[in-house]
């Protein structure tokens, strides 16, 4: 099955190099830091999809499976997606998935909605989740006044069980067992 025909019209390829990372470590074998080797000719894809919503391009890479295609899609994808803050989409971006290809797609109706989406969470965030329901009971006690209530409550429902106890237990010595 060809999937070329799903890629957006004029789109570029680009040859992707994954970046290699080695550690340095101190004297004692710790380890301090790690720095890039390749960082000259390692695709950064940030880079590459500033690029896209500057030239108004539309660029797609391979990666060797499908499932480093679709790490690489949601990370970039939530990226793009998190960038809406302003009053104004940033990035007129979509990044999606075609079989083992991460396509960077230039598209300012899909960056319109994610931002509408995006303001839409910030405004839920800020609301309560629920509603509390109107405490009629206690609007006109003061708080001193309820800590004494409760107090007179809980006393009452102490002598209240002691009263169960007694009653449930035999009042002459000949009514209780003889192990007790």
């Known amino acids: 099955m060809r999937l070329d025909k799903h890629l ?7 040859r992707y ?17 790690e720095y890039c080797t390749n960082e000259d ?11 896209a919503h500057r030239e108004k391009q539309s660029y797609y890479y391979r990666r060797r499976t ?25 990035y007129n971006i979509k990044v999606r998935k075609l079989g083992r290809r991460v396509v960077i797609e230039y598209n300012p109706e899909y960056a319109l909605k994610m931002f509408d989406i995006q303001k839409q ?12 329901g109107p405490r009629l ?18 006393i009452e429902d102490m002598f209240r069980d002691m009263d169960r106890e007694l009653d449930t237990q035999p009042m002459y010595p000949s009514e209780r067992n003889e192990h007790e």
């Open 41 to 51: 000719t390692a695709t950064d894809v940030y880079k590459l999809i500033r690029k």
């Open 121 to 132: 969470k910030l405004i839920n965030a800020s609301k309560p989740r629920h509603k509390s």
């Open 66 to 90: 499908s499932q480093l295609s679709s790490d690489d899609v949601r990370q970039y994808r939530d990226w793009t997606d998190r960038q809406h803050t302003t009053d104004l989409p940033k």
């Open 17 to 33: 190099v994954h970046a290699y990372y080695e550690g340095v470590y101190d004297d004692d074998d710790n380890f301090v830091e």
């Open 137 to 154: 009971y206690m609007a006109d006690i003061d708080p001193q006044t309820l800590a004494q209530e409760r107090a007179r409550q809980s």
């Open 8 to 14: 957006p019209p004029n789109a570029i390829q680009i």
